[in-house]
């Protein structure tokens, strides 16, 4: 079967989810978030942090002007009135860097934001330059998070955010992968390394983390993002036509995204998840699967044991 946008996905099952998550056809943001979303410690200070944050890659690959930037605009603002703040990006997604600074400017919402971005160069000087380029085109003297793209140059590149975050010029580090074989190395540097932050690729559908990585991130103090939580579609596809278990609701799931994002979740190494979302209707769907409760181990079983009986 072939990949499926979420667009096509949610024409093919109907909004009725969406709509009681607070997607289409939902009520207006003031009345649909009731609770802000649960938040979940970073284990190397105690900060907690949302669990539910945004990806940018390709959905914030956009031009200037305010007809493609409206949505994200919107999206935005649905992160933060879901009580969010991650925004995850990377100076290899085009112009996301420059997209979600003149966003977050617009909305003067820098104080509320957990801006993580990425670098992916060989060589010291290289990776400073290409960070200094970041912090321009993001707005900001400071970034959250600093992550190592695919593990390029990670010797080099750690020594350099640890130079930054002495400096104060970044709050935590880390270090990113989205393969199994990139999940292999993570595990690898894990082991000889002090870390913040590592971001792997998990979805239900791509469980590999849960054999060494999230227990080891557990064990190192370590936290989690979890990349392309959906399986690049795959899991859409597996659900197609499909309804939601009855005993969904009792988990406060009420769409089949909501259903993946929170297995994730309920994973107590997993800080927070961060799928792609460039469209207000995905992205009102997507923070309320943060929203408590989170499944626990039981209920987790339940979740997986269902999705592999269809």
Partial sequence: MTDITRKQFIKLTGAAGLALAGGVGAPALADTFLHKMVRKPIPSSGELLPVVGFGTSRVFDVGRSAEER????????????????????????????AVVGDLVARLNSRNKSFIATKVLQNGKQAGIDQMNASFHKLKTSHVDLMQVHNLVDWQTQLGTLREMKQDKKIRYLGITHYTDNGTRELVEIMKQEQLDFVQCQYAMNARLAEEELLPLARE????????????????????????????????????????????????????????????????????????????????????LDHLHGL
Wanted: hydrophobic content about 45%; proline content about 9%.
């Fill in 70 to 97: 409206a949505p994200l605009l919107d999206t935005l603002k649905i992160l933060y009135d879901a009580g969010g703040s991650l925004i995850d990006t990377a100076p290899m997604y085009g112009p996301a860097e």
């Fill in 220 to 303: 190192r103090g370590i936290a989690i993002l979890c990349n392309r939580p959906f399986g690049r579609g795959a899991l859409f596809n597996k659900v197609k036509g499909r309804e939601l278990p009855v005993w969904a609701a009792d988990l406060g799931i009420h769409s089949w995204a909501q259903y993946f994002l929170k297995y994730l979740l309920g994973h107590p190494a997993v800080t927070a998840v961060i799928p792609g979302t460039g469209r207000p209707d995905h992205a009102r769907d997507n923070v309320m699967a943060g929203m408590s409760p989170l499944p626990d181990e039981a209920a987790r079983k339940m979740m």
